[in-house]
């Protein structure tokens, strides 16, 4: 079985380093490549097609992550599978997400809990978002 390969791309090293740690504990996964926000992104521009998942934190200082995300699909390739990853449960909203090209999203607090689910859901070509996203959609509507 092939080894799967992730991107990260979180400004907060220490996050990063304890995600790392479990992809490659869990998954025995490989991580071709991370970088702190979008301006260290063309050190791993060639390696995004390689990626089986990319992650991606949705608040970040120079641009945030549904605006890379909408950018990386356009320049490379509308199949990239990218995972949001936040702890900013009330301000995500599932249309907004599909809509800049996310596959599914993983809030950082329960990574450990959702991993399997949404790498699952999204590898075999569907979405994983949780309820609180969907929920969070459908309230919104309501009003």
């Given at each position: ?130 309820d609180e996203i ?10």
């Amino acid at each position: 079985m092939k080894k799967l390969k992730f991107i990260i791309i979180d400004e907060n090293l220490e996050f990063r380093n304890a995600f790392k740690a479990f992809l490659l504990d869990q998954y025995d996964a490989v991580i071709i490549g991370e970088a702190s926000n979008a301006k260290d992104l063309p050190q791993i521009k060639g390696i995004i097609r390689m990626a089986d998942i990319i992650f991606i934190d949705l608040m970040m200082t120079n641009k945030s992550g549904i605006a890379l995300a909408k950018e990386l699909l356009w320049f490379y390739h509308h199949s990239l599978k990218i995972i949001a990853i936040t702890m900013q449960v009330e301000k995500v909203y599932l249309i907004t997400l599909i809509e800049a090209g996310f596959k599914g999203c993983i809030f950082k607090n329960e990574l450990p809990l959702h991993c399997d689910k949404a790498l699952y859901s999204v590898l075999s070509g569907g979405f994983y978002f949780p309820d609180e996203i969907q929920f969070g959609y459908v309230n919104r509507l309501e009003y």
